[in-house]
């Protein structure tokens, strides 16, 4: 069984850092861009940011551009994303997901598979 499980969230001042990971397991995406979308109460979930599966290409939501860094390691699995300058706005549930295709996506239907989510709550 395909599962991508997300660990990292939790509780961060204004102005702080978080890293977040997504761990892949059953299955390696090969070949898959990956992507980091984030739901907050009451809203649509949006997209932040994604990678390409050698990570020669990344791309940002402009709400997110200049403070947030994705990666991944595909030896171990697994993607990152870095947050820093952390505004209370950003608060949501994260969620990785694997593309259906190896360029970059920001909606959510190029996106077959997806964690569970992980808490950032950013405190003002």
């Known amino acids: 069984q395909v599962q991508l499980v997300e660990s990292g969230g939790g509780l961060v001042q204004a102005g702080g850092s978080l890293t977040v990971s997504c761990a892949a397991s059953g299955r390696t995406f090969n070949g898959k861009a990956m992507g980091w979308f984030r739901q907050a109460p009451g809203k649509e979930r949006e997209f932040v940011a994604a990678?390409?599966?050698?990570?020669?290409?990344?791309y940002f939501a402009d709400s997110v551009k200049g403070r947030f860094t994705i990666s991944r390691d595909n030896a171990k699995n697994t993607i990152y994303l870095q947050m820093t300058s952390l505004k209370p706005e950003d608060t949501a549930v994260y969620y990785c997901?694997?593309?259906?295709?190896?360029?970059?996506?920001?909606?959510?239907?190029?996106?077959?598979?997806w964690g569970q989510g992980t808490q950032v709550t950013v405190s003002s």
């Open positions: 997901a694997a593309a259906t295709t190896s360029y970059i996506v920001t909606y959510t239907r190029g996106y077959d598979t």
């Open positions: 990678i390409t599966w050698y990570g020669s290409n990344t």
